[in-house]
């Protein structure tokens, strides 16, 4: 199991261009559900060892998002095993779980993201970076981890667009507005210039002179957060998820925001259209005299 394991998670990162903290998220699964088999080999799982597996999950309070993921990792695994002829049959096929109730993202609403965008403003060096960071966040929909690996040379303000790679290694160009790019220059001309310059391709840059990590990204976002009590679970992809619903809000074609956002799937890309009905709904039932 260990070295068929090994051979998947290099096929990800290497063939697939799986980043490093997807495939991690698979090794975890597939350790945890080595250890449950006691190390079977791939053609030595049966039906019945995954069952017992999902029995186990539940057994344990794992909650039906957390079973559906670890699923979908063995589901992954054994095709690629089946593949490679590293089993013969396939013990998750046909398998399939109870749905899980469809969760809609969350969204600010356009009252906080601006005034989150104005609380990140500052005249220090790391206020204009942050200002620069948040701004091109709710401009673009980016992801948390696309927007860290942006180089200087991803940006083009001549045509107003930013250069990003997305999921599997996908290169994306994305349009960026006024407010963003303005952020961005006074971040360029005026505060990237006095922090330390150990990173000389990244655009946003740590204290220290280092690309900011993705945990130092959570970490400006959860400060601001924080100071203006605004809720709790608020992240960086809150404002990928505000960006796509204040798009469709305000009459933006799904194509356009699907493509926006990276997603290969329009489906996922129609939840936000559930989440602007769910606000009209509610703007609906406050304003309305007969509501």
């Not at 080595?34 to 309070?61: C, G, M, S, T, W």
């Not at 667009?161 to 994306?172: D, I, L, P, W, Y």
Request: net charge positive; charged share 30%; glycine share 6%.
């Amino acid at each position: 199991m260990k070295e068929a394991a090994k051979a998947f998670l290099d096929y990800l990162q290497i063939e697939r261009g799986y980043s490093k903290n997807t495939t991690d998220s698979y090794r975890l699964d597939l350790e945890q559900f080595a250890k449950f088999v006691k190390r079977k080999r791939p053609d030595q799982i049966a039906r019945a060892d995954v069952k017992n597996y999902i029995d186990h999950l539940n057994a344990e309070a794992f909650s039906a998002a957390t079973i559906e993921r670890k699923m979908a990792s063995l589901k992954s695994f054994f095709h690629f095993a089946q593949g490679e002829g590293l089993s013969k049959e396939d013990p998750t096929i046909d398998f399939s779980l109870p749905k899980k109730a469809k969760r809609l993202p969350k969204a600010l609403s356009m009252g906080d993201t601006v005034k989150m965008l104005m609380a990140a403003r500052g005249k220090t060096p790391l206020n204009m970076r942050n200002a620069a960071l948040l701004e091109l966040l709710y401009a673009t929909g980016m992801r948390a981890s696309e927007i860290i690996a942006l180089n200087l040379s991803d940006i083009n303000f001549d045509v107003s667009f930013v250069r990003c790679f997305g999921k599997g290694s996908k290169e994306r160009v994305v349009p960026v507005g006024r407010a963003a790019l303005g952020s961005l220059k006074e971040y360029l001309e005026n505060g990237r210039p006095k922090l330390p310059q150990k990173d000389k391709e990244a655009l946003f840059l740590d204290k220290n002179g280092q690309r900011l990590s993705r945990s130092g990204l959570w970490g400006v976002v959860k400060k601001i957060v924080h100071a203006l009590g605004l809720k709790e679970q608020t992240s960086p992809h809150t404002l990928r998820h505000s960006f796509a619903t204040h798009l469709l809000e305000k009459g933006a074609d799904l194509r356009s925001v699907q493509e926006m956002l990276g997603h290969s799937d329009i489906a996922t890309t129609q939840i936000y259209t559930s989440v602007s009905r769910e606000r009209l709904k509610k703007m609906y039932a406050k304003a309305h005299p007969r509501a």
